[in-house]
């Protein structure tokens, strides 16, 4: 099946620092989408970006579909961005989306 | 704006028990899914279920675990007789197309904790 893997899988950040996060897939995808799960464990849509690029307020992110890599930029970063970012991919022919494993983000005051 | 609703927050029970975990997926999505992760792990896919069926599920969902949807509004796990390792954290998600065509939106999830 697909792999997906997410780097770097630890981030320590001063607040207002800038960070870019990675995911890596090991097929041709129809469905990207990235999460933050929030220390309560709930699992927030970031966004969904099967190719191109999204901007959402000091978030955005880029998918090149065609290099199987997809970024989340994170700009002037908070205490409250803290939390574990996850990557999910789905391809066609299947109802699943697969996680990659994560990439905890510590931002400290 | 519209959300997948899942109850409760928290559950704990015996191992050997019976639990049964309720979701209420967006209104006008057709696809629904239960995932889990256990502590620490990735997010990993149970099964999808559509037009009133299992369309596709994973090796982990087997004869101890089932889904319906009883009425036009939840969509339920439930898990026969549970064993510890089936602590986790559980979430539902739906979408309106496949999750291949169209964003999935997920549920603020159950935590199972099996004694």
């Known amino acids: 099946g697909i792999q997906v893997e997410q780097s770097p899988p630890d981030l320590i950040l001063q607040e207002g620092a800038n960070s870019t996060l990675r995911c890596n897939f090991s097929d041709s995808v129809n469905n990207l989408q990235w999460f933050h799960q929030n220390p309560w464990g709930q699992l927030i849509n970031l966004f969904y970006i099967p190719s191109g690029t999204k901007q959402n307020g000091r978030l955005s992110a880029t998918t090149v579909a065609t290099e199987r890599y997809s970024l989340l930029y994170i700009s002037s970063s908070q205490t409250t961005d803290s939390g574990v970012y996850f990557c999910?991919?789905?391809?066609?022919?299947?109802?699943?989306?697969?996680f990659g494993k994560g990439t905890k983000l510590t931002v400290n005051p | 704006e519209p959300e997948v609703t899942q109850t409760p927050s928290h559950q704990v029970t015996q191992m050997g028990q019976e639990v049964i975990l309720r979701c209420v997926p967006i209104s006008n999505h057709l696809y629904f899914y239960w995932y889990r992760q256990i502590l620490g792990q990735k997010v990993e896919f149970l099964v999808s279920f559509y037009n009133n069926e299992i369309s596709e599920k994973s090796e982990i969902f087997d004869d101890q675990f089932s889904v319906e949807r009883p009425d036009g509004s939840n969509f339920t796990l439930k898990i026969r007789s549970t064993k510890l390792e089936d602590s986790a954290m559980y979430f539902c998600?739906?979408?309106?197309?496949?999750?291949?065509?169209?964003?999935?939106?997920f549920g603020q999830g159950t935590r199972l904790t099996v004694v």
């Open positions: 999910a991919v789905g391809q066609g022919g299947s109802e699943k989306l697969v």
């Open positions: 998600a739906s979408s309106a197309q496949g999750a291949w065509a169209t964003e999935a939106f």
